[in-house]
């Protein structure tokens, strides 16, 4: 990488340093803000890009932890500009903040090329904010460091911690089976969010959070520090802070990442017993990359690579504990035999040298490799005829008595129909039933949805039964748990053999084989795929229109097949 030695070398200076109508323009409009020569004449501008908004519940922190990064950017000598950028906040957006996520990484690309950033500081958090801004990071290739929003604090009700999502959906199957009242609903409601943050379960928000920092998008430690904490904001300083150093060093995307960086990066979810959602996200981050990471990649990690963190959903603690435990600093010391240590970081060193010096303090919290949550296969990567390209099942956080299981398919062929009979007492199902959701994929919901935990009907909930097979080609909340496979591909509503099974059909999971077995014989499959009638399309204009037309499948990162890479260096023309 070439370090920029002369202050008219910052990619800023062709906005602001010619002696031209244009420039003139960009200079007096900046002192028309009150902002003089001193303040960003050759000085690295530094483009936040804050996805505040009071939609986004986990953000809620942002807009006081911007005026740090801020602070940090000017104490280094650059000058901040701070631009709002689209929110997805995971818990008001519907259907689906993945229907979301590439229009803003596309936004976070445009926004860094349009604009005279020389580094930007990426400020986002629940779920797709950190790939959607690391992917348009990454196609811009411009100088970025990332801060996560830190996940919520510990929560607590009356004697019990509860950690959001996993423990939301753990009472209301309490719930719905008669044995939570009205009253203990309402104290759970009243504080299963502790504060502002992400899910402090290792869900998608906080797997993410762990991947951008295996990547070296962040400064060492900063998964796992808790969003409302002194050390959050002295994070955001330094962060700012770093951001100037890396315009000065050119230090770009295109220089951390390598093939050993995105392995740290599968790597590290696995050992967390991370969100199956960022297998989705990792391959498409890689695409834009242009560097190849496939299904087949996942699971032959996932063949050596034990799950060491006892975190919710697939453990028992919550990602407070997990910092105070050492964090991913002190889990990788237990994993330095996998990973590339040799991987750069924004901070210019390598991931050995940001590890030197950490260690594990709570062995229960991080487990040894002796004694893991799960010796190997916390995620497992199934084939078979229900799924030529492949899904995924969190093995870690599914029952270990179903990941061999054979029984008749109870067929949903969409979600209303799922809502309307899921809980009908004439429901043909048994616990031996595999409940089967169509038409929840990337293209069918459309959006890729968090459909797959699909719930257990309310009379096998009052006999007890608390797990079952369930099949889709949908996601999963990282925070869910059960037997649920997951991101079939290809999707039924493309006439992936998904769409073809019926109810009474008989389905095989084998997990440790890997194998998801239809077990209809290929005439009959014939007969039905020649019969199969493909669903009106979803829209015929606008976002929704774009999205259904260039979404690829999961097994390909449901990006858009016209982002897929960059225009790495492509400079705008400034006439
Ligand atoms: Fe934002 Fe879970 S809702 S991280």
């Not at 000065?248 to 790597?267: C, D, H, Q, V």
Request: proline content about 6%.
């Amino acid at each position: 990488m070439t370090s920029v030695n002369d202050p008219k070398q910052l990619r800023s200076g062709r906005w602001f340093g010619p002696d031209d109508l244009r420039s003139f323009g960009h200079r007096s409009r900046f002192k028309g803000m009150g902002i003089d020569d001193q303040d960003f004449r050759d000085k690295p501008i530094i483009g936040i890009l804050n996805t505040w908004s009071e939609t986004n519940t986990c953000h809620s922190h942002f807009r006081e932890r911007v005026l740090e990064v801020k602070r940090g950017v000017l104490q280094a000598g650059g000058f901040p500009i701070e631009i709002p950028v689209m929110s997805l906040g995971e818990m008001l957006m519907k259907p689906t903040t993945m229907l979301y996520r590439n229009l803003l990484a596309m936004e976070t690309e445009e926004v860094l090329r349009c604009h005279p950033i020389d580094a930007a500081v990426l400020m986002g958090g629940c779920d797709k904010t950190v790939p959607a801004m690391l992917m348009g990071a990454i196609s811009a290739d411009i100088p970025s460091v990332f801060l996560p929003a830190g996940p919520m604090l510990n929560a607590y009700w009356r004697d019990t911690t509860l950690g959001s999502g996993t423990d939301a959906w753990k009472y209301w199957a309490e719930r719905c089976a008669g044995n939570l009242c009205e009253e203990d609903w309402k104290e759970i409601e009243n504080c299963i969010a502790r504060s502002a943050g992400t899910c402090m379960t290792m869900g998608t928000a906080s797997t993410m959070a762990c991947i951008a920092e295996a990547l070296g998008f962040t400064l060492p430690g900063a998964s796992s520090v808790p969003a409302v904490v002194a050390e959050h904001c002295r994070l955001a300083v330094a962060t700012g802070r770093l951001s100037v150093e890396m315009a000065w060093r050119n230090r770009k995307p295109s220089t951390l990442l390598t093939a050993g960086s995105f392995a740290n990066a599968m790597i590290t979810q696995l050992t967390i017993g991370g969100s199956t959602n960022a297998i989705v996200h990792v391959i498409a981050m890689a695409g834009r990359a242009r560097l190849k990471v496939t299904l087949g990649d996942y699971d032959a990690w996932s063949r050596k690579v034990p799950v060491l963190a006892n975190i919710r959903p697939s453990g028992k603690h919550l990602m407070e504990d997990f910092h105070r435990a050492g964090g991913l600093r002190g889990l990788w010391t237990r994993l330095t035999d996998l990973l590339d240590l040799s991987s750069r970081q924004v901070t210019g060193r390598t991931l050995g040298d940001s590890i030197a010096d950490a260690r594990v303090i709570d062995e229960d919290v991080i487990r040894t490799r002796e004694n893991p949550l799960v010796e190997h296969g916390g995620t497992c990567v199934l084939t078979g005829n229900l799924a030529p390209n492949g899904c995924v099942i969190k093995s870690s956080a599914s029952s270990g008595q179903l990941l061999r299981h054979q029984g008749p398919a109870v067929v949903f062929e969409n979600y209303p129909d799922l809502k309307k009979r899921i809980h009908d007492p004439d429901l043909p199902v048994t616990a031996d039933s595999v409940l089967v959701l169509k038409d929840a994929g990337p293209n069918g919901a459309p959006g890729f949805p968090e459909w797959g935990m699909l719930p257990i009907p309310e009379k096998l909930l009052k006999q007890g039964v608390r797990d079952m097979v369930r099949i889709s080609d949908a996601r999963m909340s990282g925070t869910s748990y059960g037997t649920c496979v997951l991101h079939v591909s290809p999707e039924s509503r493309l006439g992936g053999p998904l769409a073809w099974v019926q109810t009474g059909d008989r389905i095989e999971l084998d997990v440790p084989a890997r194998r998801i077995s239809l077990l209809v014989d290929d005439q009959e499959l014939a007969r039905r795929k020649e019969a199969w009638v493909p669903p009106r399309e979803h829209a015929s204009r606008g976002y929704t229109w774009l999205y259904t037309q260039h979404v690829t499948q999961a097994d390909r990162g449901c990006d858009f097949d016209f982002l897929e890479g960059g225009d790495y260096g492509k400079e705008p023309d400034i006439f």
